[in-house]
């Protein structure tokens, strides 16, 4: 059973463990976008050869909290299936993120050797860029999210470079912000847009919004068969 938090606002980078590595330490990329930050649970399972970059969602005014502002990622306009969404400001946050994959890849790192992940909207983000963007990436962990502008794909994946990522999906059943139908549905939809063989969708009993050990296990498992050290390949 799982109840864990792991949302404090933490650092950026988790560094790699010290001494393994006499040049730069790091052959692989993880992406992680959440709204406060999760180096610290990075760094309870960090890999020596993988650079956790955790980008925190900027401030701004969101509809469904009565446009006060808080961290987000892009506008929400309501909780429901049906509800409208930002569209504008979900393909602005893409491009962002691209934008990140693309500095790595200047950075030397190539983009099937980063995963993109996310917490809640930042999953979905993670989600939404892999299936559009034309950079090959190794996969995507996508937790407690959902893939927005559904209605846009298979179209907007038509060209995707990602038809055979990886993808690691969990959720809570007892989520009350994303309900779990939310996921259910998101990982329906994922396995009709990618090879159905490459999609995993794992729940957590008693997981409300947030992350639990048991989980984590689950993400650093996942990392390890998909971000191998250059030896492993």
């Not at 404090?8 to 001494?19: K, R, S, T």
């Not at 996508?142 to 038809?163: D, E, T, V």
């Not at 990522?165 to 912000?177: E, F, I, K, R, T």
């Amino acid at each position: 059973m799982c109840g864990n938090n792991m949302s404090a606002p933490l650092p950026a980078i988790v560094p790699a463990q010290q001494g393994v590595f006499f040049h730069s330490p790091f052959t692989r990329v993880l992406i992680f976008l959440c709204r406060h930050g999760w180096a610290e649970a990075f760094a309870g399972i960090r890999i020596p050869h993988v650079k956790y970059i955790c980008p925190h969602a900027p401030t701004m005014p969101v509809s469904l909290n009565m446009r006060m502002s808080m961290p987000s990622w892009f506008d929400i306009y309501g909780l429901s299936p049906d509800a409208d969404e930002d569209e504008a400001g979900i393909k602005r946050a893409s491009e962002n993120l691209k934008t990140l994959i693309d500095q790595e890849v200047k950075n030397g790192i190539p983009s099937h050797r980063i995963i993109l992940g996310g917490f809640s909207q930042g999953g979905a983000l993670s989600l939404y860029t892999a299936l559009t963007t034309q950079q090959k990436l190794a996969g995507v962990v996508a937790l407690s999210c959902w893939l927005p502008l559904r209605k846009s794909f298979p179209q907007a994946a038509a060209n995707s470079a990602n038809k055979d990522m990886h993808v690691l999906q969990c959720h809570g059943d007892a989520d009350p912000l994303v309900p779990l139908m939310f996921g259910t549905q998101t990982a329906e939809k994922m396995k009709s847009l990618i090879n159905p063989a490459n999609m995993a969708f794992k729940t957590y009993r008693g997981l409300p919004h947030s992350a639990c050990p048991e989980e984590m296990v689950d993400v650093k498992r996942f990392i390890e068969k998909h971000l191998p050290a250059i030896s492993d390949e």
